[in-house]
Structures are given as structure tokens and as C-alpha cells.
């Protein structure tokens, strides 16, 4: 790899498994606590178990909210629909593209193009933030439209999904950035881009969901 | 990495006294710091609940910090409030599992720190921050939320036109546990992460000390539930502060005032609120359960009856808790049906809590009893447990739960099974631990003394609140004397106030043992109770990277006690099999 896995020692003390087991290491038996191999996969391998579970945290606050919506929109009598902005439509397919960008990205990291790696990189960042801005354009859109935050639980919904959805993209924002253009001090580059990656798609994917419950459920 | 080949570690602990004693990123530093939280807040609790009880058998007693000395109908319910708030979140949900897991978790498992120690840090200044907030609302215009630690809505939705400290105060309350929610998350991320991938060589998930479970299952419902509370508190805030209506009703006449809002639901404040508010219990309860275990074992030289079965009953209270929380809404006027469903579920968690209190009886029998002030505590846990778990029988029924409900029966079956059984666990852990924690014991007679008085002081005052429920004494009443059918009932609220007061003053024992031991306890040596565990193999104090470079690896079960043909009654985790005495 050209890149150097550039630690400190916080990573170290992390490292709690592998190269330390004081008898002798090979006596395998039964545990499955450390896979016996290298130092490095076992801190490097707590990142990605960490943001998974992040993950399954933040699906539970955004059904929690789903499931508000739907039984909102089931137990009062004044739900009242409104024009899902137009700008979603593109918005979607922006950020659908940031995930296809962020697999080519990723492919060509892998190949060791550096170069192609940042300008992809770079790209999957911009289409992010391109999609922040489509969804400050839908806001405006639905302002338009008569439909404030307090006008209807419908618009209450609307507002309150898209704002906790883009807070947490722009938490991947940053991430992004993180990755791609600031010194990593824990991680290797291998670890931040998989870990930026996953939440990413996780993020796309929710999306879609947020849009086609608006969609269908508004 | 082969820069880091061999027993390369961050044995130095940081120089200045702020990041080693307040911004620290060590484990132990900020389980330390999450009990003191916890034990301040246990302490405001406590009083709180003190002043409760001496309003409601001396009504004209004069109190300090109150308007005139006298306690009004709504301080009456400031104090439940914040009572229940502090005792549930800043207690009970933080010291077993953030406090003494925090630090004694990856000693456990031979790991030198947590997976992610600045989230750790964080953590616990979210949850100091959110203590704070909740404390601040007392001293606002309007003083603190009287809505409860459930904060029903709509009246916690709707602001000040509700009542006194439905305004900022409610506010603040919110908000507090907004950020307490956060820091939950951040917590459990940490616990789970670790235990998944920093376990030593050699630990697997069979050979976790049961307190690591304990806390593992925890973590677990912590990661779903309060990400729940967190969404219903953004909801809240929103119905608050920006006039949105997911909870408030239309036409709600509060106080003479109609309100202009949607048609909102009440109930879907409740269903998102018990959907945490049930794992909730858990949460408070598992790693309790998980360090009775370990106490009992340890004191009855005896391996857990049926390890397994504990594991698997544990996972199962913990799925199963997820199911239940509609048997908090029965009164709610829900469907029979889905009170039915509930209440079948509800029953069933009774099967592995049975197997749980049947396999500690396993543990105790015919074992060599050490009755030490920890031991004390733990077989007083599993009497609390059985006893408030029996109540917990007949709330479970809708039928019943319709009379019992707002009743004195349900304080008195919430305390003995979660509030006081929880605190039995701290104090076992507490008294258990000690020695490795401080590097001094702690005085074995004032700690009998202590659980004896203890023990004696929350049966008597629990006890007969389930009379109380049952003669139809309702809870969160300011005044019994205004209520002419309460009035024989007097002579037992007389009884329970001095029970609570017997109670709470055998506490102070606690306190001096406590910080007097810190310091002038007798000094403890490395493994004092002859455990088996990782904590009990390293040295006392613990140095900061937990094993000083000599990670461990583990040879077998957590509680090789008393096993045969070997000449000592326990066999360290750690200890290779060639230096195993044999007898």
C-alpha cells in the first residue's frame, strides 16, 4: 500500500489483542476472542463493528419517528397531504449517484490509484453537499407551498425526518472529509474509507426509505 | 505493525491533574467519576423522597428551601418528579452499568482501556451535563417539571398554561434527558464495541464472566431503546417550542384555555415512552443480575448453577423486554385484546427471571458461605427480587392492573424490584470491589450492620405500600388528609415515614464507611476474596493500561471454584494450565 497506516498511540492501547499473550501465543484454545493473525486486525476491526452498531442505533431513532408518523397519520383526522417538492426526485438521484461514486472510489483505491481514489472521493463529498442543498431548495419549495413546520402534522413529518436525515448526512460529510483530506491519527485509510463507506450507503439507503414513506405515506 | 511487536503498551497515565482526575479518558477514572455522579444523585433522591414522606404524615412540618416552609400540592409534585428522574436515569441506569461496568468491564475481559475512549470521556460529561440541566430547572420561574419522570403528555407538551414548572422547567427536563439519551448511546456503542472485539486471547463468549453479560445485554437495549426516548423528546421539544401537535389533542381545554392545535395523540407519547421506558427497567436491573451472580459464586465457593441457563435467560429478559411495554398503558383504554397480548408476554419474562432466582438458590446450595457484607447484599438482592417479582404477577394482569394501577401497590412492587434491588446490587458491587477500586477494605462489621438496617428499613417501608394499593390508596397524592376513606390508613403511612427515615439514616453509615475507607481502610491485597476473574489477577491499584503490558490469556470458565483434586478452592481464568496446583 502506498499509504502509510499512520498511528499513535492511542492505537496501541486499543490493540489489545494479538502480539501480547505472555505464554507463547499459539496455544489456540476454544476462544474466539482474537483471530491470531496480524496486530493491526484487531483494533482496526473495532471501528468497523463500532459504526455498525452506531448505525443500528440511529435506525432505531429514525423508526421510532416512522412509527410516530404512521400512527400520527392513523389516530387524528387532520392529516392533510401536501405536493412532495420536486427537487427530491433530483435530490434522490444525486445522493444515489454519491453511493455509486463512493464504490468507484473505493474500487480504484484498491487498484492503489491514488489519484482517481481523491477525485472520486472528492466527487462522492460534492454530490453530498449538493444533496444538503436540494434539500434546504425542498424546504423552500414546501415554505411555498403553505406548509410550514406547525402547519400539519403531515409538514411537521416532513420537516422533522429531513432535518434528522440531513444532520446525520452532514455528519458523514465531515466524515468524508475526515477520510479524504485530513490527517487520520487512529484509523488506517483502509479502516476510515470502509467505515465512511458503510455509513454512507446506510445513510443513501435510509434515505430512499424517508422518500418513499413521504411519497406514499404523506 | 511490527514496530509494535511484542508487549508494547500506554503504561503512562497523563501528567496533568485535569486530564487524569476530570477530562480523563481512562475507563476506570470515569467509572469512578459516573458512581460519585451517581452517588450525589442517589443522595439528592433520597432526601427528596424523605421530604415526600414527612409532608404526607406531618402536613405542617416546616421544610427548608420550600415557600414558607410548607410544601404545596405542586412542590409535592416537583419532588416525585424529580425523585423519579434522578433515581432512574442518574442512579440506577448509570452507576451499575456505566459506573462499575465502565470500570471494571475491560479489566474483565484483559482489555487496556475501552474500544473508544474519547466517546467514553464524552459520555460521561453528556450524562454530568444532563444532571445539571435537571437540577437547574429547579431554581427557573416556575420551578421544576411537575409532570413526572414520565412526562405524560399532553400536559407535558402544552407549557406553562398546564401548571407551575410546566414551563422552562418541563423544558429543562426534556432537554436534560434529550442529552441523557446521548450519552446512553455513546456509552453503549462503547461497552458493545469492546466486548465484541478486545476480549483476551483466549475468552470466549462462554467463558465472559456473567457480569460482562450483565452488561453486554444491557448495552444492547440501551442501543435501542434510548434511541426511541431520543425521538420522542425531539417530538416533545417540537410540540413545545414550535407549536406542532403530534401530542397534543384538538380543542384541549387546559385550565379554561382552548388550544389551538391538531389532533395530536397522547398515546403516542406513551407507547414511544414505554417502548424505552420498559428495556428501561432492564437496563437498571440486568447488570445487577449479572454482579449478584458473580458475588454469589464467589462467596459460596461455588461455580454459577447452570452458566448457560444464565446466559440464556439473561438474552431472553432482554429480547423479551422489547415486547412488554404496553402492560404500563393498560389503564390507557386500550384494546382487551392487545391487553391480553401484552399481559401473556408479560407473564412469560417470569420463566427466565424463575430460572435466573433458581440457579442463584442452585449457587448457594450446599456451597462453603462466606456471609461477607457483598454477600449479604447479594442474597438480600434475590429476597427483593422474588418479593417484588411476585407483585409484579399481579400488575401483569389488566383486570387487576385496572384497581391496582395508580395505587401505592405499584410503588411498592417498582422499588423492591428496580429501585432497591438495583441498589442492593451497587452495594454489593460496591463492598465487593472495594479493595481493588481503593487498594483498602471496607469495615466488614459496619457493612453487616448496614445491610441488616437496610434490609430490615426497605421491607418495612415497602411492604405495606402494597396494603396501601390494595385498600385503594392512590399514588402521587400530596395529602392524605383531605381523603376521608385514607384516614384509617394513617397509622401505616406513620410506620412507613419512620421506616424511611430508619432507612435512610442507616445509610449514613454507609457514607462514613465509604469515604473513611478510601483512605484508612484496612489495606487489601491483590486478590482478597480468592476470585477468579481477570480484576482479581492484576495488581492493586490497577495500573492504567490494566495489565502493565502482560496481557492475559484465558485458560477456562469464570468460576473454576472449589474444583476437584486442585489444592486451592479457585482457579484463576488466567492461570496456564502447567501452574495449576494439584492437591
Known amino acids: ?218 | 505493525m511490527s514496530a509494535h511487536a511484542g508487549p508494547v503498551h500506554h503504561a503512562e497515565a497523563p501528567k496533568g491533574w485535569i486530564r487524569h482526575y476530570i477530562f480523563s479518558v481512562d475507563h476506570k477514572i470515569i467509572g469512578t467519576q459516573y458512581i460519585l455522579l451517581g452517588l450525589s444523585a442517589v443522595t439528592i433522591g433520597m432526601i427528596l423522597s424523605l421530604i415526600m414522606r414527612t409532608h404526607l404524615v406531618w402536613p405542617n412540618a416546616h421544610i427548608w428551601g420550600f415557600a414558607n416552609g410548607i410544601v404545596s400540592p405542586e412542590d409535592y409534585l416537583r419532588v416525585v418528579t424529580m425523585h423519579g428522574t434522578l433515581m432512574v436515569f442518574f442512579v440506577l441506569t448509570t452507576v451499575p452499568q456505566s459506573g462499575f461496568g465502565n470500570y471494571f468491564l475491560p479489566i474483565q475481559i484483559g482489555a487496556p482501556d475501552m474500544a473508544f475512549p474519547r466517546i467514553n470521556m464524552l459520555s460521561f460529561w453528556f450524562t454530568f451535563l444532563a444532571m445539571i440541566v435537571l437540577l437547574s430547572s429547579a431554581f427557573v420561574p416556575g420551578g421544576a417539571s411537575i409532570s413526572g419522570w414520565t412526562s405524560y403528555a399532553p400536559l407535558s407538551a402544552v407549557g406553562e398554561v398546564a401548571g407551575p414548572g410546566l414551563g422552562m422547567g418541563q423544558t429543562l427536563w426534556v432537554v436534560s434527558i434529550a442529552l441523557f439519551c446521548g450519552a446512553s448511546l455513546m456509552s453503549a456503542l462503547n461497552f458493545l464495541g469492546t466486548t465484541i472485539d478486545l476480549r483476551a486471547k483466549g475468552l470466549s463468549l462462554m467463558r465472559m464472566p456473567l457480569t460482562v453479560w450483565g452488561w453486554f445485554i444491557t448495552a444492547c437495549l440501551a442501543l435501542l431503546a434510548f434511541g426511541v426516548l431520543l425521538a420522542a423528546c425531539v417530538l416533545l421539544l417540537l410540540d413545545r417550542l414550535a407549536a406542532t401537535s403530534f401530542f397534543i389533542p384538538a380543542n384541549l381545554d387546559v385550565s379554561g384555555v382552548l388550544l389551538h392545535h391538531g389532533g395530536g395523540s397522547p398515546l403516542l407519547w406513551q407507547h414511544l415512552f414505554w417502548f424505552f421506558g420498559h428495556p428501561e427497567v432492564y437496563i437498571a436491573i440486568l447488570p445487577g443480575m449479572g454482579i449478584i451472580s458473580h458475588v454469589l459464586s464467589t462467596f459460596s465457593r461455588k461455580p454459577v448453577f447452570g452458566y448457560k441457563a444464565m446466559v440464556y435467560s439473561l438474552t431472553a429478559i432482554g429480547f423479551l423486554s422489547f415486547t412488554v411495554w404496553g402492560h404500563h398503558m393498560f389503564i390507557s383504554g386500550m384494546n382487551p385484546f392487545s391487553a391480553l397480548a401484552f399481559s401473556i408476554i408479560t407473564l412469560v419474562i417470569g420463566v427466565p427471571s424463575a430460572i435466573k432466582t433458581f440457579n442463584w438458590l442452585g449457587t448457594l446450595w450446599g456451597g462453603r458461605i462466606h456471609f461477607t457484607a457483598a454477600m449479604l447484599f447479594a442474597i438480600g438482592f434475590v429476597s427483593l427480587f422474588v418479593t417484588g417479582g411476585l407483585s409484579g404477577i399481579f400488575l401483569a394482569q389488566p383486570a387487576l392492573d385496572l384497581y391496582l394501577h395508580d395505587t401505592y401497590y405499584v410503588i411498592g412492587h417498582f422499588h423492591l424490584i428496580m429501585g432497591v434491588a438495583a441498589i442492593f446490587a451497587m452495594f454489593a458491587a460496591t463492598y465487593y470491589w472495594f479493595p481493588k477500586m481503593f487498594g483498602h477494605h471496607m469495615s466488614e462489621t459496619l457493612g453487616k450492620v448496614h445491610f441488616w438496617c437496610t434490609f430490615v428499613g426497605v421491607y418495612c417501608i415497602f411492604m405495606p405500600m402494597h396494603y396501601l394499593g390494595y385498600a385503594g390508596d392512590p399514588r402521587r397524592y400530596a395529602s392524605i388528609e383531605s381523603v376521608n376513606y385514607l384516614i384509617p390508613l394513617h397509622p401505616v403511612h406513620y410506620f412507613i415515614s419512620i421506616a424511611a427515615f430508619f432507612t435512610a439514616s442507616a445509610q449514613l453509615l454507609f457514607y462514613w464507611n465509604f469515604f473513611w475507607s478510601i483512605k484508612h481502610g484496612k489495606p487489601a491485597e491483590r486478590n482478597p476474596w480468592h476470585g477468579t476473574t481477570l480484576e482479581w489477577s492484576v495488581s492493586t491499584p490497577v495500573p492504567h493500561d490494566n495489565f502493565a503490558g502482560h496481557y492475559p490469556t484465558i485458560y477456562r470458565g469464570p468460576y473454576e471454584y472449589s474444583v476437584p483434586g486442585m489444592r486451592d478452592d479457585y482457579v484463576p481464568q488466567d492461570l496456564a494450565p502447567e501452574l495449576v496446583a494439584k492437591a
Open chain 1, 1 to 218: 500500500m502506498p499509504h502509510s497506516t499512520t498511528t499513535d498511540e492511542l492505537e496501541i492501547i486499543i490493540s489489545g489483542g494479538g502480539p501480547k499473550a505472555p505464554g507463547g501465543g499459539g496455544s489456540g484454545d476454544g476462544g474466539d476472542g482474537s483471530s491470531g493473525g496480524s496486530g493491526s486486525a484487531l483494533p482496526q476491526r473495532v471501528y468497523v463493528t463500532g459504526i455498525t452498531i452506531g448505525m443500528g442505533a440511529i435506525l432505531m431513532f429514525f423508526m421510532a419517528l416512522v412509527s410516530a408518523f404512521i400512527v400520527r397519520k392513523g389516530m387524528g383526522n387532520d392529516w392533510r397531504a401536501f405536493e412532495i417538492p420536486r427537487v427530491l426526485w433530483l435530490n434522490t438521484a444525486i445522493l444515489l449517484a454519491s453511493s455509486g461514486t463512493m464504490i468507484y472510489a473505493r474500487r480504484l483505491f484498491k487498484r492503489g490509484d491514488q489519484k482517481g481514489f481523491r477525485h472520486w472521493w472528492a466527487m462522492t463529498t460534492i454530490l453530498g453537499l449538493l444533496f444538503l442543498a436540494g434539500q434546504l431548495i425542498a424546504w423552500r419549495q414546501m415554505v411555498a407551498s403553505g406548509f410550514y413546520l406547525a402547519t400539519n402534522p403531515s409538514s411537521s413529518f416532513f420537516y422533522v425526518l429531513t432535518a434528522a436525515h440531513g444532520a446525520h448526512l452532514l455528519g458523514g460529510i465531515f466524515a468524508l472529509i475526515y477520510v479524504g483530506w485530513l490527517r487520520l491519527r487512529k484509523l488506517t485509510i483502509e479502516t476510515a474509507t470502509e467505515v465512511a463507506a458503510l455509513y454512507w450507503h446506510f445513510m443513501d439507503g435510509l434515505w430512499v426509505f424517508l422518500f418513499l414513506l413521504l411519497l406514499l405515506g404523506r
